[in-house]
């Protein structure tokens, strides 16, 4: 459900001509998921869902996209590049991996077949566990930037808003989510997955680009806030939907308590959500004050510079 923040209508008449002004800015989203039918993982076009993809990205003004490939689920790592090229001006592929079990040695290996980027999630050890040290250690000597995501992992059905109890389409989500074994235990833990472990590693590994996804996650925006302040390398995602796009503007997060240099931009979301999305940060940047060069950085520049498209400059230079 891709509802509206702060009260904003969805995408029509008047808000449909903003959303036309501002596809002449450039947008890069660092969260974009490789296209999966959950429900029955076998039963897709691959080649399809991808075009799929690509049209609601390129429609909604995005003209750079992390692709996360491979993983746990869905197709290899060496299935899903194919994919991705078919939009080779849109798509930089990013693998996700879990670094229990992807050793540097792979991590090389996926840097060879063509993967820019890395994403892990649902570790099993905190980020910061020195048995992942050897994987950090090759991705900053590649250069990779790893996406992290930060705090709980999202489900079907979000409490804070809605029941199944007095929501049929919450309703059906759960016996969705019984269905597909989503209510079975699982090893995951926020606990592993904090803002404070890239402290650790960025202490350790200076050069290593991360990107804290969720803005650290509900929850984690105070530690978050502090890893982004004092580490060069550390930055973070705005993804993760229409709360933390309120808390963005209610809890003065962008331009206040975290730079605007250290913000980018991820959909994670389905294809018809996307557009919306972009709404809701354009009215983030107008709440939060933004000029338009502070609201570029992080529709398009920090990304930009963080892939290693575009040299960052200082002050002077």
């Known amino acids: 459900m891709c509802a509206t923040i702060l009260g904003e209508p969805s995408v029509s008449g008047e808000r449909a001509l903003e959303t036309e002004r501002h596809m002449t800015s450039p947008i890069w989203d660092v969260h974009c998921h490789f296209p999966r039918n959950w429900e029955n993982p076998d039963d897709q076009d691959h080649a399809k869902a991808v075009d799929d993809r690509a049209d609601a990205l390129r429609a909604a003004g995005v003209v750079k996209a992390s ?3 491979g993983g746990r689920f869905g197709l290899t790592y060496e299935e899903a590049l194919p994919y991705a090229r078919r939009h080779e001006d849109l798509f930089v592929p990013s693998a996700v991996v879990d670094p229990e079990e992807v ?6 290996r996926l840097h060879e077949l063509g993967y820019v980027g890395l994403k892990m999630i649902g570790v099993r050890r905190a980020y ?4 992942y040290f050897p994987v950090y250690q090759m ?3 590649l250069g990779m930037p790893i996406l992290m995501h930060m705090g709980v992992i999202g489900g079907g059905v979000d409490y804070s ?9 919450a309703a059906e989500s759960m016996r969705r989510m019984r269905t597909m074994g989503r209510m079975q235990p699982r090893d995951v833990s926020a606990m ?4 404070f472990h890239m402290d650790t590693i960025a202490n350790n590994f200076p050069s290593l680009k991360m990107i804290g996804a969720h803005m650290g996650g509900t929850g984690n925006y105070d530690e978050a806030a502090s890893v982004t302040r004092w580490r060069h390398n550390v930055y973070l ?11 963005a503007v209610e809890r003065r997060l ?3 308590e975290i730079g605007v240099e250290k913000l980018t931009w991820g959909s994670d979301c389905n294809n018809d959500e996307i557009a919306q999305h972009v709404i809701n940060l354009e009215r983030v940047f107008e709440l939060s004050d933004l000029t338009e060069d502070e609201a570029h950085r992080i529709r398009y520049q920090n990304a930009a510079e963080i892939f290693g498209l575009e040299q960052p400059t200082l002050a002077g230079e």
């Open 67 to 69: 692709l996360l490939c």
């Open 103 to 108: 050793s540097a040695r792979e991590i090389r």
């Open 128 to 131: 910061d566990d020195y048995k």
């Open 139 to 141: 991705a900053e000597d």
């Open 161 to 169: 808003i809605t029941h199944p109890r007095r929501d049929p389409k």
């Open 192 to 195: 592993r997955m904090r803002p």
């Open 237 to 247: 995602d705005m993804s993760g939907g229409d709360t933390i796009e309120r808390h």
């Open 254 to 256: 962008v331009k206040h």
